[in-house]
């Protein structure tokens, strides 16, 4: 792949279906603007316990894998809690694959094996509180609250019931367009389970600093020109929305960086930045990475992740509670001092007073 890797191969998926996530339809105008001392310990130092936030609502993935092998004919073992990667965007891999639970919603997924011929079982059911605030949210960027409907190798799913709503999406090439009417029962009743179950009390999002903390305070886009001696432009809003741009980056409070030089859908993609704001209790939960020491983080890995299409290599750094990670491409430099960097600045942005 040559060094024009992510500006017509992977800067045109990130931007296209960027934030629709979950939810179809037109392609809406930019999202507003988010609002917005010393190195933390060394890589060794020992960071405080951040507790898993719990879901406010009593539902199983296992109970939901049940029900969407029922359906689809696959994912009775090998569920997850976290995003579903295929056919994802490429700023789920990290720490949005865990952005729900800090919103308070739940995820269940299934990913099965690539096939040879490039194909992929793969479902994933979201369910989040809030119902109207979300749909409110989807129709201010020009999308519509749709009923779950199927086509021929895939669905998209969407019900609410009471505070909960319900999002997903099935791929598998068994799917058939009169799978519809299945479909919507299907999300209807898990839309109903959850809101049945959902506790009364409201769900407080977990403080951090670094929560609504723009792109530049993390990385300014001529720092990282700096470093690696390149031309660099920051983009960090994006057309399209879905409920899981609504939650990592409005909820959530977290950023999506991206660093070429050029504009949203052209030029050399540098670097991509995100995060998970208060995300130290997810840290440890990604597979096949390599413990490394980075200045100022209190604690690093390095690994080879991005998408099974666009794998890319990258630093996921642990500063105080908040989980950030940094992914290259083929024209990326040296990933470990802008590592060092984005920690000192997480550092300084933790060390300010309320508000900033």
């Given amino acids: 792949m040559n060094t024009r890797v992510l500006a017509a191969a992977v800067v045109a998926p990130i931007l296209v279906a960027l934030l629709a996530g979950c939810t179809g339809g037109p392609v809406a105008a930019d999202p507003s603007p988010k609002p917005s001392p010393s190195p933390s310990p060394s890589s060794t130092a020992e960071v405080p316990p951040v507790s898993e936030p719990e879901s406010v609502f009593d539902i199983d993935c296992a109970d939901v894998a049940v029900a969407m092998n029922d359906f689809v004919g696959f994912g009775a073992d090998g569920v997850k809690e976290r995003m579903s990667l295929a056919s994802a965007p490429n700023w789920y891999p990290g720490p949005a694959e865990f952005m729900m639970k800090r919103a308070g919603g739940m995820v269940c997924a299934y990913d099965g094996e690539q ?82 179950g959902q506790q009364e009390e409201p769900f407080e999002v977990v403080a951090s600093e670094v929560a609504g903390a723009d792109c530049e305070q993390l990385m300014a886009s001529a720092r990282l020109g700096e470093l690696w001696g390149v031309t660099t432009h920051l983009t960090d809003e994006f057309g399209g929305w879905g409920v899981p741009a609504e939650v990592y980056l409005v909820v959530d409070g977290a950023v999506i960086c991206i660093y070429g030089d050029g504009g949203e859908y052209d030029g050399v993609q540098h670097l991509q930045l995100t995060d998970l704001p208060g995300g130290a209790w997810a840290f440890d939960l990604i597979e ?8 100022g983080a209190d604690k690093a890995y390095s690994g080879m992740g991005g998408t099974s299409t666009y794998p890319a290599p990258f630093i996921d750094i642990l500063v105080g509670a908040d989980w950030i990670r940094l992914t290259g491409t083929g024209s990326s430099g040296d990933l470990e001092p802008v590592a060092e960097a984005v920690a000192a600045n997480a550092a300084e942005i933790e060390a300010m007073p309320a508000p900033r």
């Fill in 115 to 196: 096939r040879a011929d490039g194909m992929q079982d793969a479902w994933e059911v979201v369910i989040v509180p809030d119902a109207q605030r979300m749909i409110n949210s989807l129709v201010s960027n020009g999308y519509a609250e749709q009923p779950s409907e199927c086509l021929e190798g895939s669905c998209t799913l969407m019900a609410r019931a009471g505070d909960a709503l319900l999002v997903g999406s099935v791929h598998s090439a068994q799917i058939a367009s009169d799978a519809t009417e299945g479909a919507r029962a299907l999300a209807q009743t898990w839309a109903e389970n959850a809101s049945a």
């Fill in 288 to 295: 096949g990475r390599t413990p490394i020491t980075v200045t």
